[in-house]
């Protein structure tokens, strides 16, 4: 009977390197290990065996059947697993059902992602209206009437008291008239010009001002708050210098610039060959404006920035008409 | 403003100092470095050659066939300009010169078969006037083969730069030398002015008196006589020229040049026809006509200061003069005026002309009042030099008490607390001294200045603070960061507009941004508009009291552009005059809404769907689904409008408790229309700010469902006008607590089948309890009673039983 025994385990084994499919290895399971199979004529003869031989070929039989099993179930196994792949139940080629692509203006996408930067550095976030006083767009801010810096900024009249604001830097009065120091707010929205309408140039636009004031606040703070700015929104890598400019309300005043982005710094049509960009103007908050929201420029200093985000919008996406941010062309806002 | 190189190397001694140094300086200072032209190399490969043949081109009639002498060579070109002749003396580019106009480069070709080994070049394409009209010929003195820029005095470099309004003194070469010698810590040169005199006296020929001393705090004047007007000399021509000026004569010139030079407008006046030999400063007569110099008749207002002689009105006061008291070629007698005209009173006047002038725009900025004198002596040393003028002994200057220096003083402890660093006390001094900022006393703690007349600017200590970091560097101001936490506790407005945003994006929203600025019209018909008083066009003459006009006319824009199915959203405010005019905040309204817009279709069609096209329900789910993020929506309410409105052919108010958040319907027809639009269009517009937050009311955890839930459909006959919610809430009110939710899964109508006026709407009760299992009996008895409940209130039938 021990003959019988390795005699099936060869039969099985030989077998088992022939199969191809489930279809075959069910054949070979009902063939030795069904109920009428090699394994379990070989046990029924097993009953009739002498108690001595029972002892060797009992073992011999276990053996037998677990080593059968355990091969029939790798085999099982990777022949499932190939059927799985190899057996296409779909044309899983077909296009899926696609729904429409959902996208945020750039300007509303750019100006949040400038907001997001300063509010994790303890930026409130701060609004205000569109249509403003004369007062806070421009006396409070230290624009004296009769003055060219008032040709600054080409204003839209409500009334001779009421304007279009041309900046969002009101909403700082607006905050410093109900709130004690320390402020720390940037402030976004809309502003209008009265500037003709071409590629370069639009009736509104959008800003983003910020203002800190404090005891102690410096224009060193200023830098190490706009050079964070920089990294963070251009890239750790990004070189940048400060220039002397001239705002208002703001003294001393600057203008940021950091290494173009499109060249890198060498010199391309976006930067007019020179390298750089303007990216925002900034300086250490007017002792003027202070006084006017009733601070005192003696115990208290600030700094406040503020830059476009069209602007901005428009470096980064290699825009180059300002009118197809306000055209709404739908080809346009799906490339975004 | 154009500054020449040269010229500015008269006041300061930067000769061994690069122009790229000099610009990046300069930029670094506050004046800002627009661009650079160097000459020299923008005329490189430029020579002066003279025509000695020219013959007609044998394969063209408009072209000829020159020969030209280099001074070490003869060079065949072929040029096209009718005025080219033999023995003129011209601007050659020869191989590899660069046309600065044109932005190509000389080479050696052939042109029409002959040879043409460089180009004849005009004033235009040397990119010094508009002037194509011929070649440019130089004059018959003119050395040949020497390079271009020297021929034409423009061996020079001129720098462009960009003056803020707070820095009237950099309007001239003087103050930018100024700001050059404080840079590169060099002492500023000052010219010294001794003028030969003749013995007649100023006050022999000429008076002056000022009524308005206010708005004229100073008049100076100088008198030239026996003048001869002609040309300029061409060193001045060159400057002016590179300072973008364009030369008259003389006379003009050389006022033009000491503006350019000190940043002082002067004016020349024929002294000859000033009435009774007078100058007097006041206000003009209202109504008033005056023709100025550029023979545009004015119209004058009372309020503007007019310099008059003896009898009439003879210029505008800092901004142009008239043509009656102009210098022409017979001019003899001059009397040169060098005033200070208070900025305000200038800048008044030449807005109501709408007249800028070179001179209004120094004056409005403020000039020097101290300078006054020394300008007109030097335009008068000018004219003695280059008119054969005759200098008057003594000046008139008139100057009114309150003309006074300022004082200021710098607390050296103050550079430490605005800038975050500290300069060194001797550094700030050195810098206060090269700006010429009248240092007159230093202790350890302060420095005090008397400020001199050419900054106006400098009033206060922040002043003086930001002279010494513009000096010192903004470079040398260290980077410091500090870690902070939020101080404004104000309710941030926008972080909800962001989370609608997000949602409305995620369901596929297109984001379009308007201008705010719509035409009246048509927004008057969604609420009284705040117009602007003036506007850029008719177009743009109103604040927008709606976003819907605005995305039509996007809906619009699109269809035009072939883009028919669209989904587009935008937020932003609105505004509604309240009051009868616009005196207060309260008088207006201004609110931030988000206006959701879809037309054309919904899917198109494709192997595994059914086209189809958007309708009023797409966007009722889709406003739900957005409100539910953010409401409680027990809260909803409806109120629905089928009658006629404006914009709506049909729509619903929407209510979070009582306040009315917004509104959504199909546009009507008439509005549509407006806009040439003939597909449906459907619109929701919300109201931001009326939004109850989620975060505001916090939402209790409802235990999750243990036990089944039982179903039960069934479908009833109603007469069509019977209202969906009508039926629905009708169902709700009589059933029990276990009655969960009700939904309709079918509508069907059919006149053959069901008859005319009626209409079948199938519907799915679920039932549950969250405390127990329900048993099919209960269900069944509930469910039975509203049957009959509904055949009896509505007069249906049920099917299918």
């Known amino acids: ?336 | 403003m154009k500054i020449v190189l040269s010229w500015i190397k008269e006041f300061v001694d930067i000769e061994d100092i690069s122009v790229e140094k000099i610009a990046h300086e300069l930029t670094m200072a506050g004046l800002e470095v627009e661009s650079i032209t160097n000459y020299g190399e923008m005329f490189d490969k430029f020579i002066t050659a003279e025509v000695i043949e020219k013959i007609k081109h044998p394969n063209a009639d408009k072209l000829s066939v020159c020969k030209v002498n280099t001074g070490s060579e003869v060079l065949q070109i072929v040029c096209g300009a009718p005025n080219v002749a033999a023995g003129q003396i011209i601007p050659l580019a020869t191989e590899g010169a660069r046309i600065p106009n044109a932005d190509f480069v000389i080479k050696t070709t052939k042109l029409r078969g002959e040879l043409s080994q460089g180009m004849i070049c005009s004033e235009s394409e040397l990119g010094l006037s508009n002037d194509h009209s011929g070649i440019m010929v130089l004059s018959p003195e003119t050395k040949i083969g020497i390079p271009l820029a020297e021929a034409l005095g423009q061996n020079d470099v001129v720098f462009e730069i960009g003056i803020t309004p707070n820095r009237p003194d950099a309007l001239s070469h003087q103050g930018v030398s100024r700001d050059l010698a404080a840079i590169f810590n060099r002492p500023m040169k000052t010219k010294n002015l001794s003028p030969e005199r003749i013995a007649k006296r100023i006050e022999e020929v000429a008076k002056i008196a000022i009524e308005d001393k206010v708005n004229c705090p100073r008049y100076s004047a100088v008198v030239v006589t026996d003048c001869k007007v002609g040309d300029s000399p061409d060193w001045m021509k060159n400057r002016l020229r590179m300072a973008g000026m364009r030369s008259i004569n003389n006379i003009v010139d050389i006022t033009n040049y000491v503006m350019l030079e000190t940043g002082q407008p002067l004016h020349a006046f024929d002294l000859n026809n000033l009435a009774k030999s007078s100058i007097i400063v006041k206000k003009a007569n209202d109504g008033t006509k005056f023709k100025t110099l550029d023979s545009v008749e004015r119209n004058l207002s009372g309020s503007m200061l007019m310099i008059c002689d003896g009898e009439k009105e003879v210029a505008i006061a800092g901004i142009m003069g008239g043509e009656n008291s102009e210098v022409s070629s017979t001019t003899t007698n001059i009397l040169i005026e060098s005033a200070y005209f208070d900025p305000g009173c200038v800048r008044r006047s030449a807005r109501a002309l709408g007249l800028s002038t070179e001179a209004s725009y120094r004056f409005e900025r403020g000039t020097d009042f101290e300078g006054t004198m020394y300008a007109a002596l030097l335009a008068a040393d000018l004219m003695q030099k280059y008119a054969n003028g005759k200098i008057l002994s003594g000046e008139l200057d008139i100057r009114a008490e309150s003309l006074t220096k300022k004082e200021v003083t710098l607390r050296f402890n103050q550079i430490e607390r605005i800038l975050g660093y500290s300069v060194p006390q001797d550094k700030v001094v050195s810098i206060l001294r090269n700006l010429q900022l009248g240092v007159k006393e230093v202790t350890d703690k302060i420095v005090v200045m008397t400020i001199p007349g050419f900054r106006p600017d400098i009033e206060r200590e922040i002043d003086i603070v930001e002279e010494v970091a513009r000096i010192h560097g903004y470079d040398n101001i260290p980077t410091v960061h500090r870690v902070s936490s939020p101080l404004v506790s104000a309710v941030d407005d926008l972080e909800m507009v962001n989370s609608m945003r997000r949602v409305l994006i995620g369901m596929g929203f297109n984001e379009i941004m308007n201008n705010s600025l719509q035409p009246a019209e048509i927004t008057a018909v969604t609420g009284v508009p705040v117009p602007v008083m003036n506007p850029l066009n008719a177009e743009m003459s109103v604040m927008r009291s709606s976003l819907i006009q605005g995305g039509l006319a996007t809906v619009k824009n699109n269809l035009n552009a072939g883009e028919k199915d669209m989904r587009l959203f935008e937020y932003g405010d609105i505004f509604i005059k309240k009051g009868e005019a616009i005196n207060s905040f309260e008088d207006f309204e201004e609110v931030t809404v988000v206006t959701m817009l879809i037309t054309g279709k919904a899917a198109t069609k494709t192997w595994n769907e059914e086209e189809r096209d958007y309708d009023f329900y797409d966007l009722k789910g889709y406003l739900k689904s957005l409100l539910e993020s953010y409401l409680v929506t027990a809260n909803l309410g409806h109120v629905y409008k089928t009658e006629s409105d404006p914009v709506f052919e049909y729509s619903i108010e929407v209510f979070s408790g009582e306040n009315k958040i917004g509104v959504i319907g199909k546009i009507n027809d008439s509005f549509s229309s407006l806009f040439d639009i003939e597909q449906a269009v459907f619109c929701a517009e919300l109201f931001v700010n009326c939004i109850e937050r989620k975060k505001d009311k916090l939402k209790k955890y409802n235990p999750l469902l243990k036990y089944p839930k039982i179903v039960r459909d069934f479908a009833f006959i109603f007469d069509s006008e019977v209202r969906f919610d009508v039926i629905s809430d009708f169902i709700r009110k009589n059933s029990s607590p276990l009655l969960k939710k009700i939904s309709l899964f079918d509508l069907y109508e059919n006149e053959k089948a069901i008859g005319a006026g009626k209409r079948s709407l199938a519907f799915t009760l679920e039932f549950y309890d969250l405390n127990r299992t329900l048993t099919e009996d209960e269900v069944e008895k509930e469910f039975s009673a509203i049957i009959q409940k509904i055949t009896k209130k509505f007069d249906a039938v049920l099917r299918g039983n």
């Open chain 1, 1 to 336: 009977m021990l003959n019988k025994i390795s005699e099936t385990k060869r039969q099985f084994f030989a077998a088992a390197e022939g199969i191809k499919n489930s279809k075959e290895l069910e054949d070979l399971r009902i063939a030795h290990l069904g109920r009428n199979g090699t394994v379990a004529t070989l046990f029924e003869e097993f009953k009739t065996v002498t108690p001595e031989e029972k002892r060797v070929l009992g073992k011999e039989l276990n053996l037998l059947r677990q080593e059968l099993q355990a091969k029939f179930d790798e085999l099982k196994e990777v022949i499932e697993s190939s059927e799985k792949l190899s057996a296409p139940k779909i044309d899983i080629s077909l296009p899926g059902r696609v729904p429409n692509k959902g996208t945020g203006h750039i300007v509303a996408e750019t100006m949040n992602e400038i907001i997001t930067i300063f509010k994790k550095i303890g930026f409130s976030v701060v609004t205000g209206p569109e249509i403003e006083s004369d007062k806070n767009n421009f006396e409070a801010l230290n624009f004296p009437a009769d003055h060219p810096a008032r040709d600054m900024q080409d204003t839209f009249f409500i009334n001779k008291d009421f304007v279009l604001r041309t900046h969002t830097t009101p909403v700082q009065i607006r905050i410093m008239q109900t709130q004690e120091p320390p402020v720390r707010a940037i402030m976004p929205g809309r502003v209008y010009r009265n500037e003709a309408i071409n590629a370069r140039s639009y009736c509104m636009f959008h800003q983003v001002d910020g203002i800190y004031v404090d005891e102690k606040v410096t224009f060193a703070e200023l830098k190490g708050t706009l050079v964070h700015f920089a990294k963070e929104y251009y890239g750790s890598s990004v070189q940048y210098k400060f220039r002397p400019s001239f705002f208002p309300f703001t003294e001393p005043s600057a203008e940021m610039d950091i290494t173009c982005f499109i060249c890198g710094g060498k010199g391309c049509r976006v930067c007019k060959q020179s390298g750089w960009l303007e990216i925002l103007g900034c300086g250490m908050v007017d002792p003027n404006v202070l006084k006017y929201v009733g601070y005192d420029p003696e115990k208290v200093t600030g700094y406040a920035f503020g830059m476009g985000i069209e602007r901005i919008s428009m470096l980064k996406h290699d825009i180059n008409d300002i009118r197809l941010l306000y055209e709404n062309d739908v080809r346009f806002l799906k490339q975004f």
